[in-house]
């Protein structure tokens, strides 16, 4: 399978501040782009789509750069809550499916 | 509405011993998956099926894995025999689409083998 790499972290962030993480993917057929939330010891959650035209849901911006085969999460005015791991999730289409990255690990500092 | 339902949440067996997960997708998803996921090496797809057909297999690390799902509610992953190195958290998700559509995880079964 084709990968998709992230930083692992931990990325330590104080409350309200904006943080940004990239990942990057090796596969250019990929079609489709999303990100996860997993809370610790629990089931991953889709937090995004990430669209050809970047989208933003409240805190969350989401972009993607086909060019440089890259996707990135912008969290602003972070809360404690967004601690979390992110997993970055690409579709190459096909037989391979959806490949997860193995996730960029936050802790929101108060 | 139910999410995806697994059991059991946690099992703890010895080396050798036979293994058997249970999922239950959401109702009227299409499509079912089992992941295995391990600090080492994050999240696995193991097998895909779609309207009950496994499709995609090899991710399924040895034949003594195997899974099945023999009707649109219900599917099982079994391990026989277990070896310590399955040790991991095994996730089941349901699509409603298919595989490049969201996928909604069930709470996993975490497995110890002894």
């Known amino acids: 399978r084709k990968e998709v790499e992230q930083d692992p972290g931990p990325f330590n962030v104080p409350e309200g501040a904006t943080v940004a993480f990239n990942c990057t993917y090796s596969?250019?057929?990929?079609?489709?782009f999303f990100w996860y939330r997993q809370d610790c010891r629990k089931e991953p959650k889709l937090l995004m789509s990430v669209y050809s035209s970047g989208n933003e849901d409240g805190r969350f911006t989401a972009q993607l750069n086909r060019a440089s085969q890259y996707i990135s999460l912008l969290i602003r005015d972070s809360k404690l809550s967004d601690s979390a791991t992110y997993l970055c999730?690409?579709?190459?289409?096909?037989?391979?499916?959806?490949?997860f990255g193995k996730g960029t690990h936050l802790i929101i500092q108060p | 509405d139910a999410g995806v339902i697994q059991s059991p949440r946690h099992e703890v067996t010895e080396m050798g011993q036979e293994v058997t997960l249970r999922c239950k997708p959401i109702?009227?998803?299409?499509?079912l998956f089992w992941y295995r996921q391990t600090m080492m090496r994050g999240l696995e797809l193991l097998i895909y099926?779609?309207?009950?057909?496994?499709?995609?297999d090899s991710g399924m690390p040895e034949d003594r894995f195997s899974a099945k799902m023999p009707n649109a509610s219900f599917s099982t992953l079994k391990i026989q025999p277990s070896e310590p190195r399955d040790s991991a958290v095994y996730f089941c998700?349901?699509?409603?689409?298919?595989?490049?559509?969201?996928?909604?995880f069930g709470p996993g079964t975490r497995l110890t083998v002894t």
């Open positions: 099926f779609n309207n009950n057909v496994p499709i995609d």
């Open positions: 596969n250019s057929a990929s079609q489709s």
């Open positions: 999730v690409v579709n190459a289409g096909g037989a391979d499916g959806l490949t």
């Open positions: 109702s009227g998803h299409n499509s």
């Open positions: 998700a349901s699509s409603l689409v298919g595989y490049g559509y969201e996928q909604y």
